[in-house]
């Protein structure tokens, strides 16, 4: 249960970006106690404190908790876009693939950045030193700001914020080892390119997974394994999907969701340490008699799949050989690196 404020009593709690450029640690908790009052009050205050204290926001680092605006046009017609980043060992991975990505989705919103890459990836490493971050999780942001609301934001501001936290797992502990289970029976199909631009990763995007989620888990299933308008397997809520018929390790093309970095890594690890990868229409019929199923992203990292609707899978060696590479490169390895480097993403 929330308790519930008037827009005036959250603008007297929220001062307009707060800046705390240099702020100690001390005083960021200082100030996170006096906005305690907006956590859940049945939560335990140990739950709520994943998120790092500092972000940087506008080129600046800021208090996480003091930065809230009801007039940005995002937060009415969802004009966001967004990355994360996996933080490995203080280091972050695919750290500037992420910003081109998000500064290209931004640009396919009509939204533009004053940041450039190298601003952005200047930023995100200030933030993950400032923050003490070991093994996190960092959220780009960029949205439309206010003060106008009609549907067509004219002379709205554009907003750049990147979050930290402290890395959550996203399934059971033991989820990276007997795999997670999916289920196709959910409300939502993927929407076709004429539909919704597929590569763009937008804030607005997430309602159909979030609810096609919702209506997995609410039956007992990890995740849902989400379909294209034609019935086809297209890709989990927030990871693509591979699987190894007859041998052979498939994937879906990426026409009707996001073509992951994660992805494009494991096509580029499969070329370099195993037999490659196809890229073609997968489908559900081929993924019941598939040996393997594994989902990747930035957040699931390499998971197996053990089980869609009622059929069940083992976690076999393609997956395995796969995740090991994968670790391997995300914790810097040169062997690895070399071998990806004809393939490179
Ligand atoms: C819907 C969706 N598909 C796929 C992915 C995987 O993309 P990546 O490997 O770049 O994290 C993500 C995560 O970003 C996602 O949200």
Redesign the pocket.
Known sequence: MYFFLSPACISALYPPNEVIDGMKASKCRDVRQKYHILYPYNQKKSDVKMNKEILWLDGELADSRANQNLFDHALHYGTGVF??IRVYSGKPF?LEA?MV?LLASARSIGLECPFGVDTLAAGALRLIEENRCRDSYLRPLMWVGGPQLGILPRENAARTAILAWDWPRLFDADAADLGITVTTDVPFRRPPANVYPAGV?ATA??MT?MLNRRAAVSRGFDDALQLDLEGNVA??????IFAVVDGALVTPAPTC?????????IIALAKAVGNGCIERTVTVDELSRAEEVFV?????EILPIRRVDDRKYQVGQVTKRLREAFFALSSGSDVISTALEEYSI
Request: proline residues 0%; hydrophobic residues 30%.
């Open positions: 990355e994360g695919l992420h990505r990763k995007g997430y997974a890709e989990v809520t927030g990871a693509n969701f996001l073509n992951g970095l994660t992805r494009q890594t990747t992203g930035t957040a699931y």
